[in-house]
Structure formats: structure tokens, C-alpha cells
């Protein structure tokens, strides 16, 4: 279970808001590394800014007991450096509103700021997941309703239903998903009720 309070909060605090680059050793091996510029931070959970060498790659909201090691010596300055000169770090300036109190409010707060998510769920000893890609319906209790579309731009039959606890990793606005959703056609699983009303 994840305690409510993360030792690592007081290392993180230095780089709020810093404008400087940092490099986090996370134990999920699904996804080991996030680089980029942390832009939120509560007593458990983080939100970064990240980058893909020099390409900017969304936000990613992860929990702070994942992290084994943070970076940030000569090599993220170097990195700084040669950004800040490429003119890339716009989404310094243009964060997401994300209430970072708990994984429920990032979730629901997420989804008024953009349309839609990736959400994961990690496995701690091997490289593994769930991954979903869509839209969040609803957070009730410690069940999450997520519309998936699927890797031919389909949503799924189905709403899925995931347990609340076993979200490691929510991303905003990254490539990968601005770019795929844009080619994803039909109706949501939740939305297809209202939908066949509407047209009777």
C-alpha cells in the first residue's frame, strides 16, 4: 500500500517549478525513466514535464514511492542549456491545471484541462502493463469507468472498469496520444446509449 506521505516529497521540492531538467529512476520497468521538468508536486504525487531527447512530450503524473533516484547534475544542465536554446520549453509556460492531492483528483481534474488520457498500470517486478488510451467516464470510489479505443482507432465494445490502486501512471498531451486521436472514429462505449437516443 502507498503511504500517504513520500519521503522522496522533500528531495523533490527543490525542483518545482525550477526550470531545470531532472532525471527520475522509477521501479516499474515498464517505464524506468522520466526526464523533463517537474511542474507539480504534493505529498505523493508528482507531475512532470517530459522530454524525448529534444522533443517535448507531454506530462506524466506518477507516484513519488516509485522513484529510486533523482538526477540532476552537469549532464541535465548541459540538457538546459542546449533547450533552452532550441526554443522547446513552451510547456513550461502552458501547464495543465492537475490537482495532485490524490490519483482520483489528477484524474478528474486531468480531464477538464484536456479531452484525453493514457492511463497505466505498472508491474513492480516486471516489464508489463495495462495500458489504456481514451477517455475517463467517471471515478467512483476505487473503480475507474475509462472508454479505451484500440490500436485501429476503434473504441472498444465496452466501458472498462479499473481498479483505482493499480493506476501507477496517468500522461497528458504527449505525442503519442494527441497524434493517435485524431484518427479515432466512432462513438465511445458510454456514450452510445445517449447517442441511439438522440437519433430515434
Given at each position: ?19 531545470q531538467k ?146 501507477t501512471l ?31
Amino acid at each position: 500500500m502507498i503511504a500517504d506521505y513520500s519521503p522522496r516529497y522533500e528531495d523533490l521540492q527543490p525542483h518545482l517549478n525550477s526550470r531545470q531538467k531532472i532525471r527520475i529512476e522509477r521501479r516499474r520497468p515498464a517505464n524506468p525513466h522520466l526526464n523533463g521538468y517537474l511542474v507539480g508536486l504534493s505529498p505523493r504525487l508528482g507531475m512532470m514535464h517530459c522530454f524525448n531527447d529534444f522533443q517535448p512530450d507531454g506530462y506524466t503524473i506518477f507516484y513519488l514511492d516509485d522513484i529510486e533516484d533523482i538526477r540532476s547534475n552537469e549532464y541535465e544542465r548541459h540538457w538546459d542549456h542546449m533547450l533552452v536554446a532550441e526554443g522547446v520549453l513552451q510547456g513550461l509556460d502552458t501547464v495543465p491545471n492537475v490537482n495532485l492531492r490524490s490519483m482520483a483528483t489528477a484524474l478528474t481534474s486531468s480531464t477538464q484541462a484536456v479531452d484525453m488520457l493514457v492511463v497505466e498500470c505498472e508491474d513492480f517486478d516486471r516489464d508489463i502493463q495495462d495500458f489504456y488510451i481514451g477517455k475517463l467516464v467517471s471515478v467512483e470510489g476505487k473503480v475507474v469507468e475509462f472508454d479505451n479505443f484500440d490500436a485501429l482507432g476503434s473504441w472498444d465494445e465496452k466501458t472498462h472498469r479499473i481498479e483505482l490502486n493499480e493506476i501507477t501512471l496517468v500522461q497528458l498531451e504527449t505525442d503519442y496520444l494527441k497524434r493517435f486521436s485524431r484518427y479515432v472514429t466512432g462513438v465511445p462505449a458510454s456514450q452510445r446509449d445517449t447517442a441511439s437516443q438522440s437519433n430515434q
